[in-house]
């Protein structure tokens, strides 16, 4: 039996914001993919971060590959739209290529039959990469300046903020669509190259899946699409569950990886989006 893989943010690495002044605030109970090990007595590879966007997920597979020969199944838990990256680096040495695994870091070993990785955020005191987000109040801060038209008034990135040119001229635009369908694409071809099964999914409605993904660079050869995000399948009402404002608790993680994780993998084939 080989390893399954499990990618996603803080919703895969048992996050709990109330523990977040203490060194215990991820890797709690509240994991699907740790339940999904002792349920099936199956090795797991959990690579996550808490706050990080789809775009990592590409860098977290195809290390994972690398490194693990005996893969055999790759769950992605496709995350919120709208975070994008940021980084320190003095050297701006675009010659001095950083390895894939420059700021992946293994966590001490907490459980039989699985392994921890997430972002390093920060590297040698002196390299960083992190994720961003635009808050809710920033659109009211920042409100788009109406009159911007082609060829005339065109966002002027010496004038406005990155916050600004980000929120507005980015997410929730054509490019965002894209870059979503490049990394997930990929992320096929990867697994394609080892015949390895993909299954995409959402843990809620906020986290948007494309139908379009299929076919809009190329036919999905490995992916699966889930027909439906985690709560909506398990019941709306296990919204109210919680450990914080955002992650759930351990019931309904124990949910997914009882009945959730097997529906996705015996009952969405085709039903490819």
Not at 8 to 19: E, I, R
Not at 58 to 73: C, G, R, S, V
Not at 178 to 199: A, G, R, S, W
Request: net charge negative; glycine share 4%.
């Amino acid at each position: 039996m080989g390893k399954t893989l499990f990618i996603g943010c803080s919703h895969s690495m048992g996050y709990n914001d109330f523990n977040l002044n203490t060194p215990t605030n991820t890797w709690q109970e509240n994991n699907y993919a740790e339940i999904y090990s002792q349920i099936n007595n199956k090795e797991v590879i959990v690579m996550a971060s808490a706050g990080c966007g789809n775009r990592v997920f590409p860098n977290f597979l195809a290390y994972a590959l690398k490194n693990h020969n005996d893969i055999d199944e790759v769950f992605v838990q496709s995350t919120y739209w709208g975070r994008f990256p940021v980084a320190i680096n003095p050297d701006l040495n675009e010659q001095e290529i950083f390895p894939l695994d420059f700021f992946i870091e293994k966590e001490p070993k907490m459980h039989e039959n699985v392994q921890h990785y997430s972002l390093g955020l920060s590297q040698q005191g002196k390299y960083l990469e992190q994720y961003l987000k635009p808050e809710v109040d920033d659109y009211d801060k920042m409100p788009y300046i109406k009159d911007t038209i082609p060829f005339r008034s065109e966002p002027d990135i010496r004038r406005s903020s990155k916050a600004y040119i980000q929120m507005w001229h980015y997410n929730q635009t054509h490019l965002e669509q894209q870059d979503y369908m490049k990394d997930m694409t990929f992320i096929d071809m990867l697994c394609n190259d080892k015949q390895i099964p993909v299954y995409l999914w959402n843990i809620n409605n906020r986290c948007f899946i494309p139908k379009e993904l299929n076919g809009f660079y190329t036919n999905l050869k490995q992916t699966t699409i889930a027909n439906t995000d985690a709560i909506s399948f398990l019941g709306s009402h296990l919204e109210t569950e919680k450990v914080d404002s955002e992650h759930y608790n351990y019931h309904v993680h124990k949910l997914i990886a009882e009945k959730y994780i097997p529906y996705i993998r015996e009952n969405t084939h085709d039903h490819k989006l």
